[in-house]
């Protein structure tokens, strides 16, 4: 009897220890795993994908987040070594000015996973691009043609205005791509906002729908909405790439919400952290749909049930 006692006691004891152990070691794990999110300017896009990152990692895991600004650490060097005594288990880059500063200051640190979010094409900023991964700022193309056929099915020719110096391979991949959906894909070429107003009264210009992308050559706020208006008087629907695109009366737009594209960034950090390998996806999107623009131009509105496109006032 005494004998089952004791022995019954050595195994609580023992039990115990193991569990005080295990609790040491995951606290120690825990104050361990930190995160540094770089964003390259405080507007109000990157604070809310900032603010998704933060969000998850509360929720989900035990990492601690401290965010890093460009725009108040204007002294680079001394940030790099702030950055540098920090006890770093992940970087997060936002945009494309830290994204750059990232590289320099963990290029060598091969241990720790640096992912980025909110750059558009990621590959004209990083000198090894083979070296980080995350979500770039760019739409499949696939994605976006599919899109388009679905929302506006009686567009067969298609107008894409852009500057060549910087979107000739988009153009080319996007044509390729259109004639699988049989949709003529017009190139539509500007050097300079200049050039705009000639593309779009040109009588030779037979695009039944404009498809605009990010340019910066040739796209503003104010060019966006003088090529919408033109284009509204010549009952000719507009493909844009953000709210501001919907908000002015682009037909269809791709829309995305930051705190979601953080949210999407912070779990795929979560996912790095326990694979170790790295690879980009695509950003989550949405698509909307301008009904009030539509019955402007006269376009019959698909039935609402064909997902993911969203029907908006």
Avoid at 65 to 93: C, M, P, Q
Avoid at 287 to 295: F, P, Y
């Amino acid at each position: 009897m005494w004998e089952n006692a004791a022995f019954i006691m050595r195994f609580f004891i023992i039990t115990c220890i193991v569990f005080c152990v295990s609790a040491n070691l995951y606290a120690g794990e825990k104050e361990s795993l930190r995160a540094a999110i770089l964003i390259s300017k405080d507007i109000k896009p990157y604070l809310e994908a900032s603010e998704g990152i933060q969000k998850v990692f509360d929720k989900e895991s035990a990492i601690e987040t401290e965010i890093f600004s460009l725009e108040k650490n204007k002294d680079h060097g001394a940030l790099k070594d702030k950055i540098g005594k920090k006890e770093i288990s992940i970087a997060i880059a936002i945009g494309p000015e830290a994204l750059a500063l990232t590289e320099s200051l963990f290029s060598q640190q091969a241990k720790i996973p640096v992912i980025y979010a909110m750059v558009l094409n990621p590959e004209a900023i990083l000198k090894r691009a083979e070296s980080f991964c995350g979500i770039p700022f760019n739409i499949p193309i696939h994605a976006q043609i599919r899109q388009i056929s679905r929302a506006l099915p009686g567009v067969k020719r298609l107008g894409l205005l852009y500057d060549p110096k910087n979107n000739e391979p988009f153009f080319k991949q996007a044509f390729e791509i259109s004639q699988r959906y049989n949709i003529e894909l017009i190139a539509l070429k500007a050097d300079s906002p200049k050039d705009i107003s000639s593309i779009l009264k040109d009588s030779r210009n037979t695009a039944e729908a404009l498809w605009l992308i990010p340019d910066r050559s040739i796209i503003s706020e104010s060019v966006i909405q003088y090529i919408i208006k033109e284009a509204l008087f010549k009952k000719i629907p507009v493909i844009g790439y953000n709210r501001f695109f919907y908000e002015s009366g682009a037909a269809l737009s791709f829309v995305f919400d930051y705190e979601e594209i953080g949210a999407q960034t912070a779990k795929f950090a979560l996912d790095i952290m326990v694979q170790k390998t790295c690879a980009d996806i695509a950003p989550i999107f949405h698509v909307w749909l301008n009904s009030r623009m539509m019955g402007k131009l006269g376009i019959p509105l698909i039935h609402k049930e064909n997902f993911p496109i969203e029907i908006k006032p």
